[in-house]
């Protein structure tokens, strides 16, 4: 492999960091291509007249995110399937090479550089498609006529506080009052209403987060398979991911980086109910975890984005309130209870964070919308919440036990489900001699909409595993939906 990297003596970045940059460059613009072997560290080493340990450090990053592959004794590969290849929308897929150029002369900063490409495709809905796309709820059943009469209110009765900006970036403090209330009440929280900061839903959370605790080049450990929106986030601020397993009990422990390894500031994960494997993290993992974030003097982020819906067993209090040593920023959104548009997440921060994060929240956009904010304290306070979380929980947890059963029933011994039953997706691993793409296009005839889990690993292998969203589907419609999955599926 012929390859000439010239390094610049003036950039911040460390060397190993500039290898990993033009070798990663390299193999998504495809002068590298897939299955390609790449040269031993001392071999590259030699070369580039570079040391061996900065080569073996960009070699790892890379393996780390799923660009190579070591195979044991027979050297390095560039991998088959790269993670932008899954991540990447299909107008980007489809780009022209003029196109390509013209983004690439913009000159783009490392941030902007790093999140071409993660928009995913637009899709409009179609009336006819019974859609198991994760994500989507019961937009019927969303208390739209309380919602609405609290809007008018308020706004009825609109004062100059509600129209100016505010001094508090962190929100209206009788929400964070509200939230901190629910929270004690619903999970398990403790925290005082100051630890509140309220955000512009939890990707919004990830942002910040990211930007006062990591720098170009630290590592991210998060759970694989994982959530893209976090992945994305830190990927964009320069993160080394560090994709961490999932088992029956959730995150391995063991497969967190070891002390040697490089400067780890953050642990990103889903305990309550895994994205996408739905599992549970046990209570003596969470209590290992703790433990070991506070040796290593790393924040752990718990995103607990849809725990309020649990179908059965004792309700899982959050890892938040385990934790003795302030490690753990907690993330939680109204995007699951209430709908997603409404824009309005929270973090429950550790006290040594809060001020910075309020810096951090005022750069960005000052404040979050204010109306809103007063009109959820009285849905809150007024009990709205709670009693609406209460109905959907019973009326989700009918819609995931049609779906376990329609899935059993027609398919047998071909379908296994992950997962504990809770939130409002399940994963199914399906049996079939069709590759994942073939099931996707052969239920689309069908007016089935399938989401492959793949994309959302970034480094174990996965086939046949598929992410179902029941929660916006009735009943009919989920039985019909595997009816006609199990005829994509025949012979
Ligand atoms: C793991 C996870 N976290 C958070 C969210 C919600 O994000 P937001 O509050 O930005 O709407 C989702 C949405 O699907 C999710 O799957």
Known sequence: ????????????????????????????TGRLLPGQRVPSTRAMARSLGISRTTVTQSYEDLLSEGYLQASHGSGTFICEQLPEELLRSSTERNETKEARLKRESLQLSAYGASIVGTLPAESTPKDTLISFKPGTLDYEAIPLKQWGSLMSRHFRSCNRAMLDYTNNPLGYVPLREAIAGYLARSRAV??????????????????????????????????????????????????????????????????????????????????????????????????????????????????????????????IPALQGLDKSDSVVYVGTFSKVLFPAL???????????????????????RQSPLLEQYVLTDFINDGHLERHIRRMR?????????????????????????????????????????????????????GVELVSARQYYLRSECSGKFVLGFAGL?????????RRLSKALEE
């Open 1 to 28: 492999m012929d390859l000439v990297i010239t390094f610049d003596s003036k950039s911040v970045l460390p060397l190993h960091r500039q290898l990993y940059e033009e070798l990663r460059r390299s193999i998504l």
């Open 190 to 315: 403790r925290c005082d209403p100051d630890q509140v900061i309220i955000v512009n839903g939890s990707q919004q959370a990830l942002d910040l987060i990211s930007r006062v605790l990591i720098d170009r080049g630290d590592t991210v450990a998060m759970e694989d398979p994982g959530y893209l929106g976090a992945r994305h986030t830190f990927q964009a601020h320069g993160a080394r991911l560090w994709p961490v397993a999932v088992d029956d009990s959730g995150i391995v422990i063991e497969r967190l980086p070891a002390r040697s390894a490089a400067k780890l500031k953050v642990i990103y994960l889903t305990p309550s109910h895994q994205f996408p494997t739905g599992m549970v993290l046990s209570l003596p993992r969470r209590l290992e975890l703790l433990q070991w974030a506070q040796k290593r003097n790393a924040f752990i982020i718990e995103d607990d984005y849809d725990s309020e819906y649990r179908y059965g067993g004792r309700p």
């Open 474 to 482: 009735t009943e009919r419609k989920i039985q019909e939906g595997v």
């Open 343 to 365: 824009r309005i997440a929270y973090m429950v921060a550790p006290k040594s964070l809060v001020a910075v994060l309020a810096c951090a929240k005022r750069l960005a956009d």
């Open 394 to 446: 019973t009326l989700y947890g009918r819609r995931r036990q049609t779906l376990a059963r329609s899935l059993a029933m027609h398919l047998g011994d071909r379908v296994t489900i992950t997962g504990e039953s809770a939130g409002m997706h399940l994963m199914a691993q399906i049996k079939s001699r069709r590759s994942d793409e073939e099931i996707i296009e052969r239920a689309g005839r069908l």
